[in-house]
């Protein structure tokens, strides 16, 4: 049952989340959750999420701006390492607060909570509109993958930090989403090769079947969205991120994913 589920949800969120550059780690990585141990929950969310992006690479990595990914993409790929580093290290933090909703207790850990009150200030910026044409300079881009890059490594949530930088990079939407593929892709092998110390005590070999399944899921998601991307023009995408972000952040703060 649960293979049917999970892939079934990466499908799904591949498409709706081609466009925005992040929210497929964010979305599935909660609903991995529900079947396995945090820890293995977010390495096995990372292979997925690793070879939809290999597979978005292949068809949009052309338009990558190189400049932004030098930036941005190094910055990145330290933080992710250090991240990734930090939660195989550190014994687990504990929760700031814990409520009841919905029949169930929710921890809100420090991580997610800071996460979420970066992507509010991000998503307000693209909502009102004195700052609808600001766009972050080139010397904020490293400021910007280093953060995107060490909570990806830490929390597995990546995308919704790097989408809020590089949307005011002054990108074109295929150049937007082509860098933000080509930074994503080299954060989760950073932070794949940290987490495989790990991977066969948590049982990653007995697991294959439901990752190849979320996989192949993921990326016929992803084939319909790079079909469905010559139909937006950016303010859609701008818009649609900054939605995205607020629900992701709201969720986040309140401990939901």
Known sequence: MEIIIISLC?????????????????ILTPVFMVFFPVDLAIALTGIVHFFNNIFKLL???KHANKEVLLRFGIPAIIGAFIGAWLLLN??????????EAFG??????PVKFIISGLLIIFASL???????????????LPIGG????FFGGLSGNQGALR????????????AFVATAVVV????DFTRLSVYATRFTQSGLVDNLPLVISATLAGIAGAYIGNKLLKKVTLKFLQGTIAIMLIIVSLALGAGLI
Not at 146 to 149: C, D, E, N, V
């Open 10 to 26: 990466a499908f799904l969120v591949a498409i709706l989340t081609f466009f925005s550059g992040f929210g497929l780690g964010t």
């Open 126 to 140: 693209d909502l009102i509109p004195y700052f609808g044409k600001l766009q972050f300079g080139k010397n904020k």
């Open 184 to 187: 994503s892709t080299f954060v």
């Open 104 to 109: 169930k207790i929710i921890e809100v850990y």
């Open 90 to 99: 550190i014994s687990g933090l504990e929760p700031l607060f814990i409520y």
């Open 163 to 174: 989408s809020a930088f590089l949307i005011k990079a002054g990108l074109s939407k295929e």
């Open 59 to 61: 068809l949009v990595g």
């Open 146 to 149: 280093a953060l995107s890059g």
